[in-house]
Every structure is written in C-alpha cells, then in structure tokens.
C-alpha cells in the first residue's frame, strides 16, 4: 500500500496559480501511475490529470487542458499539479492518487491508494 500526503492548497482568486505537492511513501510509488481528482461539495469525485509510470505521458480532463500541469519526481517519490488561471468551478478538494497500472488512466475504480485531500478555493 502507499501512503500519500498532499500540500499546496489554499485560498486563491480567479486567475490565480497554485502548486500542489503529494509524497508517497510505502510500495513501491514510482512503479505504478499515478493522477490527481477533485471533488467539490455536492458533487461526485472527479479525474483531473494522470501521469504514467516513466512521466513522459500525460492526460487532462478537458476542462484542465492548456491550465494545468502534472509531473512527478521518482527520484523523490512526489507528485505535482501546477494549476495556472484557476477559475471559481475549481473549488474543491484535490486528491492525489496511485494506481496499480503503469499506464495513465483516468478511472477511478484503477486507483488504490489515496491521500486525505487538500482544499483548494477560487474566489471571484
């Protein structure tokens, strides 16, 4: 199992940036994908961006393409989103999350192992 710890949320108006940062410990982390999901109140847990294994391949939600950024250092076992022009429907709590895939996936069901979530607000 990995264990994965978010950081870099906060208060933000729109237009804004934000980095937000995820270290995983326990197994083996850097063998497996790994992506990010939000879920604003109300609303059902979402995929956002995933990254494979090596970190040369990538995929966005549409609503993220050109805005965000994913990348991951295995080196230091962590996992980022770069989130440029924030828009007020951003609100909500990010996830990071590891899979047991090598390739990127945006399927929730193909993530197993779960941070605690991170709160990201976008005000107006």
């Known amino acids: 199992q990995v264990q994965l710890v978010e950081s870099g949320g906060g208060s933000v108006q729109a237009g804004g940036s934000l980095r937000l940062s995820c270290k995983a410990s326990?197994?083996?982390?850097?063998?497996?994908?790994a992506g990010w999901f939000r879920q604003a109140p109300g609303k059902e847990r979402e995929f956002v961006a995933g990254i494979n294994r090596d970190g040369n391949s990538v995929y966005y939600a549409d609503f993220v393409k050109g805005r965000f950024v994913i990348s991951r250092d295995n080196a230091e076992s962590t996992l980022s989103l770069e989130m440029n022009n924030l828009k007020p429907d951003g609100t909500a709590v990010y996830y990071c999350?590891?899979?047991?895939?090598?390739?990127?996936?945006?399927?929730?069901?193909?993530?197993?192992?779960w941070g605690q979530g991170t709160q990201v607000t976008v005000s107006t």
């Open positions: 999350a590891s899979t047991v895939r090598r390739t990127v996936t945006m399927r929730l069901l193909e993530y197993r192992d």
């Open positions: 326990g197994r083996t982390f850097t063998d497996y994908a």
